[in-house]
């Protein structure tokens, strides 16, 4: 160091320090850091409340969410429906171009259930918005697609008082001349809704068939197929005019209508109508059953195969007691298991699913309707207005609105058409066709290649020769080879499997009861050939495949039936709780000791003609059920033991039950109550095979003081076992049926005594 105090340059004086290597960090990546293509693919997966959660977290979401369409035309409303607070959420995706946004808010305007109006023009407010949602939903759909909204607005509408569906009717009819754009679909939409109405009418239809030639003119192919089906008949008698009719038939054909493809391909599959060489003729057909691939359905979602077998073979029981077609059981089905492929759906609520689906077909297919309030009262009051409401949003949303789809019957129609059959033998086809909709593993085939191997086994059964004839592997495209294996285990499925049973060991078998009638020639009591001489017929070596039994366990069939609890459904705080005064009551059949203990008095049905479209005349304004006159009719209780036996011997469903106590007498007589509420009849307990019936006059029976264990009794009627007859008995009736209440938590508790038009139906 030299003086001064400074130091110096040196190694000894000053010793640079060592230099450290630091770690350079990777740059974290967040969700910010993605390209913007990436991070609205991202968005678009999500759900409206996540949507909202990420929107407030950056501004740069912010902006992207707000500024990009495409993520509000592609978020999900899954579960979710239309409220006070929710509005304006659905409101702005459905402006944007969300579909299950704008179908939901249009159903919700429509029944007036969610969006909390004021009663003063709720007809009209609803109307008006609900027919701007509509159109909305409609415009979002592709132009070959079958327009859909004329179901929710298909007449007769309420006769009483402003009805929203006629409001919703004139908005739209407004609105064909304002959008061009979707001019064709409404117009479609509006002339459906007029073909509906009586046939006096012939004002309506006229104007139904105005309306289709201009959506014709506006490009709207399904308008163009329906009036080419209502000229057809005019077309026949002359050659050179049918000629051109087909031709243009094969034009509508070879634009994507699919209707027009299955009406030409039976056409083709019975003759040569074009004039055409065998083989292009053979082609047309086998064009249709290449449609096969696109209609094929998948296999559904977290659901056991004993779980839609029950659920099936409950809208069996309900197509035949109101006396639906066939086809509207299969699109129902299809309704269903197309869902199922694309959503899960808890084990309390498939059995609404399968309702809703059901009420939204037959107004797609049938001329007769299930009426909402009618399918409520189908699943025992187990689920509310409200949300069968809301499962026919959530159905409607998931499908795209494509209801009908081809399916088992089109293509078993056109294979009829090419080999027909005995009439018998036709019974038989068509009874296989709806065991196969019972059984989860006949839905993965295609349903064109399923069809074939129905109509090969069909043949076989009844030593059709020869069994497989080369035009239908020409038309088809399927060989013998290619439908043997499929063959045996349709056979191994609906023949020779033991038919599952529900929960009270009571065998399923909907389908087997409804082909037992003479209609059917009782087909179903058929014996069938056994397993060995099928493989002797089919020339191929006995060997049984492998088929999983549907055996569903005690407790999960329990679980299945049972009613959801109050605890386990949605309830929104907007939800309107008065519904519970529009919900029939189902009914029980009595016990044979009971109807021989009350004679013809009980003799009431509920008759399904009456049911019409009530159910759904305008539910939101109010409509009260019609009066009827009660008397009252005391049997004084019994006081010594020996009578006390006797009159519980003949309350019980059970011959050899006796009761020696008063505790005893309760005990029976709960048996007794339960054993009309579940008759013998396959799938779910509300559901009888008898008919149902309209409201009359009816006739209070007090027979004997229950405990409160059974339910509470009014507190101005006598205390006592009630039950409600009619004063008259209808003609041609044979069930004997009686109407109870259903006390479940969740159905809405008692009917409001302060409704002075309402029967007021006693607890037990």
């Not at 409160?708 to 041609?732: D, E, I, T, W, Y």
Request: with cysteine; net charge negative.
């Amino acid at each position: 160091m030299k003086g001064g105090g400074l130091h110096c340059h040196c190694s000894k004086c000053y010793s640079i320090p060592v230099r450290k290597r630091v770690r350079k960090r990777s740059p974290s990546l967040t969700l910010l850091a993605l390209p913007e293509e990436v991070l609205l693919c991202v968005l678009q997966c999500l759900s409206a409340e996540d949507l909202l959660s990420i929107r407030a977290v950056h501004s740069q979401l912010r902006d992207i969410v707000d500024n990009h369409s495409s993520v509000w035309a592609r978020i999900s409303f899954r579960d979710t429906w239309p409220t006070h607070s929710t509005l304006w959420l659905f409101e702005r995706a459905a402006e944007k171009g969300n579909f299950e946004a704008a179908i939901k808010l249009g159903i919700a305007y429509l029944y007036n259930e969610g969006p909390l109006l004021s009663d003063e023009g709720r007809a009209d407010v609803c109307g008006r918005k609900a027919s701007h949602f509509f159109s909305l939903a409609e415009g979002l759909r592709p132009s070959t697609a079958d327009p859909f909204i004329w179901v929710f607005i298909r007449p007769p509408w309420s006769p009483s008082g402003s009805c929203c569906k006629a409001v919703v009717f004139d908005h739209l009819k407004n609105e064909c001349d304002q959008n061009k754009e979707i001019r064709g679909p409404l117009l479609h939409c509006l002339a459906r809704v007029l073909q509906f109405f009586e046939v006096s009418e012939d004002e309506k239809h006229s104007q139904a068939l105005s309306m289709l030639e201009q959506s014709s003119m506006a490009g709207c192919l399904q308008s163009s197929y329906l009036l080419w089906d209502l000229n057809r008949k005019t077309n026949i008698s002359d050659p050179g005019r049918y000629l051109q009719c087909v031709r243009t038939l094969r034009d509508y054909a070879a634009k994507g209508c699919w209707e027009a493809q299955l009406t030409l391909a039976k056409l083709c599959s019975t003759g040569n109508p074009l004039g055409l060489e065998t083989k292009a003729c053979t082609d047309l057909v086998t064009q249709f059953f290449g449609l096969s691939n696109a209609a094929a359905r998948s296999d559904t979602q977290g659901i056991k195969d004993s779980m839609r077998y029950i659920l099936v073979d409950w809208l069996v029981e309900v197509t035949t007691m109101k006396d639906f077609s066939s086809l509207t059981l299969h699109v129902t089905v299809g309704c269903v298991d197309r869902y199922l492929a694309l959503r899960s759906v808890p084990k309390a609520y498939l059995q609404l699913l399968g309702i809703a689906c059901m009420v939204i077909c037959t107004r797609y297919v049938s001329k007769e309707i299930l009426t909402i309030r009618e399918a409520v009262w189908l699943t025992d009051n187990t689920y509310k207005y409200e949300d069968l409401v809301r499962m026919m949003g959530e159905v409607v949303s998931v499908l795209q609105g494509k209801i009908r789809i081809p399916n088992l019957l089109d293509f078993g129609e056109v294979l009829l058409s090419l080999l027909p059959l005995e009439r018998r033998t036709n019974h038989l086809f068509w009874y296989i066709c709806e065991l196969s909709l019972l059984y989860s593993p006949l839905t993965t085939p295609p349903p064109a290649k399923l069809a074939c191997a129905i109509l090969l086994l069909t043949r076989a059964l009844h030593h059709y020769a020869p069994i497989w004839p080369s035009q239908v592997v020409n038309c088809t495209g399927f060989s013998k080879e290619d439908l043997v294996p499929l063959c045996l285990q349709l056979y191994i499925i609906c023949f020779s499997q033991n038919v599952p049973t529900d929960y009270r060991h009571v065998s399923l078998t909907g389908v087997k009861q409804r082909f037992e009638d003479e209609a059917y020639q009782c087909i179903s009591k058929e014996k069938v050939m056994d397993y060995k001489e099928l493989c002797q017929m089919l020339a191929v070596p006995e060997e049984k495949p492998e088929v999983e039994p549907l055996s569903p366990s005690v407790e999960e069939s329990c679980t299945f039936l049972a009613s959801p609890s109050s605890t386990s459904k949605r309830r929104d705080d907007g939800m309107r709780t008065n519904r519970g005064s529009f919900m029939a009551t189902p009914t029980a059949e009595l016990s044979n000791q009971e109807e021989t203990l009350l004679g013809d008095i009980l003799d009431w049905s509920l008759d399904t003609s009456c049911s019409g479209y009530e159910g759904d005349q305008e539910e939101s304004e109010g409509e009260k059920d019609a009066e009827s006159s009660l008397i009252s009719l005391q049997l004084h209780p019994m006081v010594d033991a020996d009578s006390r036996e006797q009159h519980c011997r003949a309350l019980s469903s059970d011959d050899d039950s006796l009761c020696e106590t008063d505790q005893e007498l309760v005990e029976n007589t709960d048996q007794c109550i339960s054993s009309c509420a579940n008759p013998p009849s396959s799938g779910y307990s509300s559901v009888s095979p008898s008919s149902s019936c309209s409201s009359s006059s009816l006739i209070a029976c007090t027979f004997k003081n229950l405990t409160s264990s059974l339910g509470s009794v009014s507190a101005n009627a006598q205390p006592g076992f009630r039950l409600l007859v009619p004063m008259q008995c209808p003609k041609g009736t044979s069930s004997k049926q009686v109407k109870r209440k259903n006390k479940a938590a969740h159905s809405g508790g008692e009917v409001d005594k302060s409704d002075g038009d309402s029967v007021g139906f006693l607890s037990l």
